[in-house]
């Protein structure tokens, strides 16, 4: 059906901004089946193991997917896409930075994580500490990282479908925040997961169809392409520009890219979602395959996009290039294709806030009440309907968010997001996993250095003081703060837990073992 | 807390699991090593070379695309690297030692 529209569009000047029949059916089409797969889910959701995770029914192969979908933003797709159509090669530097996380969970955390844990990351680094000062502070790391993550989110959201279907900010603020708050709320991680799975199928065959309808301009031979992006803006559109020019900077975005993703919550609380760690381990791989597979495609979209609509035109209607995949699909394929992406970009926004809000009320509900207010023991009744309230508090609040930060420029809160999660999360998970000397204040002070020092620093970076409030020169020479930030929480772990041994949690770590490596008593 | 009480403290010191563990670990920081120093040499050459991957490699090709890109894919081959060993060494390590607990 897609290609017989596809066969009868014709090109003409962009109809970005107004309202497009086609995404606008679509858009509501997969509203529409998801919204009746969260009715089908709500059925299964019933006790805390089908809301945070799904029941532990999903395959190695789903999960792959769905991480895959979790982790493939609309900001990854527009906006990576856009980098390569303005700015060339440099583009593919942030998209491998983004891959190469995904080894390090497989080969560091994916097993003794799901062997060690429950329905949160806090679960393992809690498992022989003392459960009421960690569930604070990875609460707090957890909800910091899913917090500003959701900001980023939403008011893309809002940017993106005000430019793509020519709808009010806020209006579509608000029907993201209502979609996914009934997703999460009524399907739980059920409705979630599939959700994440759809998003994934659609972006994947949408991007696909996208590289060939272009590629098919160069007779499907990449060089052709290359050749022209060449003639038009120049050899040096091809390799390394001026995207990192020091090397400070390049290993802080580096290390803030690598293990942000492995100390992302949402990521993390897919792992849960398997049976067994060989579920796990088998997701990672397809997650990394499709994710790499998707930034080949972004990297060809972007050329595409440069060499066939052209610099100009993509930054005459977003600077940052944003909007360079949406013009290329319109004039390869037509408004019914630019429909068709366009939707697929919604659709991508609505999975990714999904998956946020889930695991920022996991973490409300099962750590901060269940752990910290309940001394760990509630009744499964009273946690569920926690849950259910941090749900429509997380989605009120997601709202309000997009609308206060309206026209804001939020997109340091992604770099922020990640160097929290490589500087809070990450090393307080590792050091829980692998060393038998990490204690219960050596955690609280790593996650706390980690997150204090990426706020301050991220304030004092040229991010924010030069970027956004317009000074000179910033007071902290890096734009990301990870490199400081993540060395200060490792050394912070490793200090304190050295002067204070803690008996119980070195004697703990033994019997911990037959957990993490042989999955004995893992739920 | 269950059955196997008693006998877990024994398979944590028999020297199959002290090995197990230990090659995991091996495998582990050998593949995670591995793709830190592609990684953060990418990245350094980006920084402080660059013209090397300026050269041409074709016609119009440089050698930064299948650089990086091929970072990408081997990668993705590393995580295959990791499951093919663990489903054929690790799994049926730890089949063997939780036999022995029951």
């Known amino acids: 059906m897609l290609l017989s529209l596809l066969l009868q569009a014709s090109p003409s000047a962009s109809t970005l901004g107004t309202a497009n029949p086609v995404s606008i059916g679509m858009f509501f089409l997969f509203v529409a089946v998801t919204l009746y797969i969260t009715y089908w889910a709500a059925k299964k959701t019933k006790t805390g193991s089908e809301f945070y995770a799904a029941g532990r029914n999903i395959s190695g192969f789903q999960n792959g997917l769905a991480l895959a979908g979790d982790y493939m933003s609309a900001a990854s797709f527009l906006g990576i896409a856009g980098m390569v159509a303005t700015k060339g090669y440099d583009g593919l530097i942030y998209s491998i930075g983004f891959l190469v996380g995904w080894p390090l969970i497989m080969f560091l955390i994916a097993e003794p994580l799901r062997n060690l844990g429950k329905y949160t990351f806090a679960d393992v680094v809690a498992f022989r500490l003392r459960q009421r000062p960690i569930r604070i502070v990875s609460s707090v790391g957890s909800l910091m990282t899913i917090a500003f993550y959701l900001i980023a989110q939403m008011v893309g959201a809002g940017g993106l479908i005000k430019t793509l279907f020519g709808l009010d900010y806020e209006i579509a603020v608000l029907v993201v925040g209502c979609v996914m708050t009934l997703y999460v709320l009524f399907g739980g991680m059920i409705a979630t997961t599939w959700v994440q799975i759809i998003k994934a199928v659609l972006l994947l065959s949408g991007a696909t169809v996208l590289v060939l309808l272009s590629l098919a301009k160069f007779d499907f031979r990449p060089s052709f392409l290359l050749e022209a992006v060449s003639t038009q803006y120049g050899q040096e559109m091809l390799a390394p520009g001026g995207y990192i020019t020091n090397p400070f900077d390049a290993l802080s975005l580096g290390l803030a890219l690598m293990l942000g993703t492995a100390g992302l919550p949402h990521i993390l609380m897919r792992f849960y979602t398997v049976p067994d760690a060989k579920a796990a381990r088998k997701s990672v791989f397809v997650a990394t395959g499709f994710i790499g597979y998707f930034y080949l495609l972004t990297f060809l979209i972007g050329f595409s996009a440069m060499a066939l609509v052209g610099k100009p035109a993509i930054e005459s209607i977003d600077k940052g290039g944003n909007m360079a995949a949406l013009l290329l699909a319109e004039q390869t394929g037509g408004t019914a294709f630019l429909g068709f992406i366009a939707a697929v970009a919604f659709a991508t926004i609505l999975a990714v806030v999904a998956g946020l809000t889930l695991s920022g009320a996991s973490s409300i509900s099962h750590d901060l009440y269940v752990h910290v207010f309940k001394n760990g023991v509630s009744n499964e009744k009273g946690e569920m309907k926690v849950a259910k309230r941090a749900t429509v508090a997380l989605g009120i609040l997601s709202i309000i968010l997009g609308l206060v930060f309206k026209g804001q420029n939020v997109a340091f809160m992604v770099g922020l997001a990640f160097s929290i999660a490589a500087s809070a999360n990450f090393p307080a998970l590792l050091m829980s996993i692998i060393w038998k000397r990490f204690t219960t204040k050596g955690a609280v002070w790593s996650i706390a250095t980690g997150a204090a020092l990426s706020l301050i620093l991220i304030v004092l970076s040229p991010t924010i003081m030069v970027d956004i409030m317009g000074y000179e020169e910033a007071i902290f020479p890096l734009k990301n703060p990870a490199l400081v930030s993540m060395s200060g929480a490792f050394l912070m772990g490793i200090v304190v837990s050295l002067l204070q041994p803690e008996e119980s949690a070195a004697l703990k770590f033994e019997s911990e073992k037959l957990r993490t490596y042989l999955g004995v008593g893992a739920e | ?102």
Do not use: C
């Open chain 2, 1 to 102: 807390m269950n059955q196997h009480t008693q006998k877990p403290h024994e398979i944590l010191e028999s020297p199959d699991f002290k090995q197990l563990v230990k090659k995991r670990w091996s495998v582990s920081l050998i593949l995670t090593f591995t793709m830190l120093v592609v990684y953060f040499g990418f990245l350094l050459v980006v920084a402080f070379n660059k013209q090397v991957l300026a050269t041409r490699i074709g016609e119009y090709t440089t050698l930064a695309i299948p650089i990086g890109l091929g970072i990408i894919l081997f990668a993705w081959i590393l995580t295959g690297i990791y499951v093919f060993w663990a489903n054929n060494h690790y799994d049926t390590a730890v089949e063997n030692l939780k036999k022995k607990i029951k």
